[in-house]
Structures are given as C-alpha cells and as structure tokens.
C-alpha cells in the first residue's frame, strides 16, 4: 500500500531520516517507533507532502508521490492525525468533522456526510453527545479524537497517525489504543509513530524502530517485543 525506499531528509545541517525504507501492507497496523527526536514526525510529514526528501522514493499503491503536492496526496487517501492536532478551534466538533470530507469534494460535489459522521460517532459517542462544541473547549482526548475522527470522514487509504497517545492520562490512552484495534479489524491501514513502545507494539502487526534517524531494527511486532533491547531502551528494564 504504503511504501518508503531509501529515504532521506535533512533540516539544513540536521539529518533527521538516513535512508530509511519501509512497508505498509494493507490492513495492517505498522507502529514506527522511536524517542525524542528519532525522526518520526519527519517521516509522517515526509509522507504527506509537508517535507521534500533529499533522497529515495514514496510510493503510493505503486504510484509515485515525491512531485505530488500534499493536498493531492490527501485526495490520493492519505489521511494524517498530526501530533498537535491542528482542529479548527473555533468551530464545532461536527464541523470540524465535515472538514475532514474535504479532500473527497474534489471528486465531484460534495458527498453525503451523515452515514461518516454516524460511523465516527459510533466510533467515538463522546464526539456525538458534544458536536456542538467548539473544538478548542475539549479536553486533550477529546480533541484526539477528533482528529482520529476527522481523518476517517476522508474515507483514506491510509491513516498515519503521529504519536496519538502523547500528553494523555493512561485511561484515555487505552481507550484510544482500542479504537486503532476495533479500525484495524474494520480493514483500515495504519502507520502510528509512537513513543509508547508497550501500547503500540501491542496492538501492531509489524513494527520498526527508528533511532536517530535510522530504522535499527524491524519485524513482526510480537517479537520485537520480546526483544531485551526494545525493553531497556523503551521500558527502563536493565
Ligand atoms: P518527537 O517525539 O520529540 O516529536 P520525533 O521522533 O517526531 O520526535 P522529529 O520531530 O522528526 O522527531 O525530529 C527529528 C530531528 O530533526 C530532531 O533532531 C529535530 O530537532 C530535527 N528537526 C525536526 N524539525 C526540524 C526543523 N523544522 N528544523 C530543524 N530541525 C528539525
């Protein structure tokens, strides 16, 4: 579905991505994992258009998207949950919802959004019993949500997702962890860059690890977790 060859980006004298190459197969939940400044939103923004590759090849279905500007890529099925959520504050969860079926008004008028919002809101009832609430007065897993659900109303190919757990108490991380399961089982597709090494790998099909900029290792996520490395570095284990 989603495939990364080589790839390398550099902020002025900075190297944050060093030939990195990975694969997402559809249906699969693929966690790209790695600390602080391991490059991780990088990757996501590479993805999405938001940052010019120095080097290598972004392949989309087996269509090439370096030249493809990111609105494009957005209409191609990429849908991106960014780390700080950029929701439209001022407006209401529904409308902010409706902006996310943005991407799919290029392909004609405008689609019939209820059956989406409906789906979302099965997804998240939370959402529902505040849709006339603006954006900015929801609590931080609230507004996670929200972005998850607006990524969704684009009916994407494939959804990143840039650390969804990050600044949230551990209840409400589970509770989105378990969503990125249920959307799995729904056949979505899914890269989730996270920090959270325990909760990501548990809930992934395949993962890779991303330190300073390079994948060090990769495999299927059940046994990079039984790995005493991925234990120390993420878990404080000696
Ligand atoms: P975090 O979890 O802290 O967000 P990350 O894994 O997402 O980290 P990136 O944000 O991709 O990592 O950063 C990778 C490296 O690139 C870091 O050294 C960072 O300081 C640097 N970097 C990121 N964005 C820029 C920028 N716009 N200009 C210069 N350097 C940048």
Known sequence: MLELANISVSYGFISALK?????????????????????????INTCAGLVRPGGGEIRLRDRALLKTPSYKRAELGIAVVPENRRLFGEMS???????????????????????????????????AERQSQRAMTMSGGEQQMLAIGRALMSRPQIILMDEPSIGLAPK??????????????????????????AASLRIADRAYVLELGRITMQGKASELWEQDKIRKLYLGEN
């Open 19 to 43: 030939d990195v190459s990975l694969n997402v197969d559809e249906g699969e939940i693929v966690a790209l994992i790695g600390s602080n400044g391991a490059g991780k939103s990088t990757l």
């Open 93 to 127: 969860v529904r409308d902010n919802l409706c902006l996310g079926a943005f991407s799919r008004s290029s392909m004609g008028r405008m689609p019939d959004l209820k059956q989406d919002i409906e789906m979302v809101f099965a997804l998240f009832p939370r959402l």
């Open 172 to 197: 409400i991380v589970a509770r989105i962890f378990e969503v990125i399961r249920q959307l799995r089982e729904q056949g979505k597709t899914i890269l989730l860059a996270e920090q959270n090494a």
